[in-house]
């Protein structure tokens, strides 16, 4: 069974056919890709879907924008790559591009190749501000891969929770929970080996690092 982690990237741009060229593209780039034509709609699939990157327009057509949908997702996941392709001049992003540390600018009118989409976004992965430090630090239990939603779902689990106790707690649900667990295992190669239960041992390496109490 193949267990690798695949890179999943929420695109968010309102032009729909466009939206759809750039998923269809980075799929092809062995992407996982979930498509947004709006701010409001990005934020529901943010924490369902869980990306590793975000893809956004500037202009949206309506508010929240680009910049405002990135920095609030960059509030909840510091480690999220964040591209911005717009056709605002790249003087508009300024020197940090919209504000938002780590992010990376592109043009519309620079993308002359699907190389230039994916070479963005690898920019952009590399370039989030503690990602290499954080994943070099904890790479031995793969703690430095997961996002903070998936750290305190984690915590939860590593106290004894069950999922339906994870799921009230996170005021999520059941279903929920499972994916979000199912994807932590994936994170921390978990998966695919008969011999452990990955519960028991996420829940070890989180209390190794962290303590029971956290």
């Not at 069974?1 to 593209?25: F, G, H, N, P, Y």
């Not at 921390?188 to 080996?193: F, R, S």
Request: overall charge negative; charged content about 25%.
């Amino acid at each position: 069974m193949d267990t690798k982690w695949v890179r999943r990237v929420l695109v968010v741009e309102d032009q729909s056919a466009l939206r759809a060229l750039m998923c269809d593209t980075l799929q092809r780039h062995n992407w996982e890709v979930k498509g947004a034509a709006d701010a409001e709609e990005a934020l529901k699939e943010f924490a369902e879907f869980d990306p590793d990157a975000l893809l956004t327009d500037i202009d949206l057509g309506s508010r929240p924008d680009g910049a405002e949908l990135a920095m609030m997702l960059h509030g909840l996941a510091p480690h999220l790559g964040i591209v911005f392709v717009s056709s605002f001049p790249r003087a508009a992003a300024g020197a940090t591009a919209m504000g938002v540390p780590g992010a990376v600018f592109i043009g519309k009118d620079e993308i002359t190749s699907p190389e230039d989409l994916v070479a963005a976004l690898e920019a952009a992965m590399s370039a989030t501000p503690g990602a290499q430090s954080s994943a070099a630090a904890q790479d031995r239990d793969g703690l430095g891969r997961l996002t903070r939603h998936q750290l305190e779902i984690l915590a939860l689990l590593a106290r004894g929770a069950s999922n339906e106790q994870i799921a009230d707690s996170t005021q999520s649900t059941v279903r929920a929970v499972e994916r979000s667990i199912s994807r932590i295992f994936q994170r921390m190669e978990l998966t695919g080996d008969p011999t452990i239960n990955p519960r028991v041992v996420a829940a070890a390496r989180y209390i190794a690092a962290f303590g029971p109490g956290r």
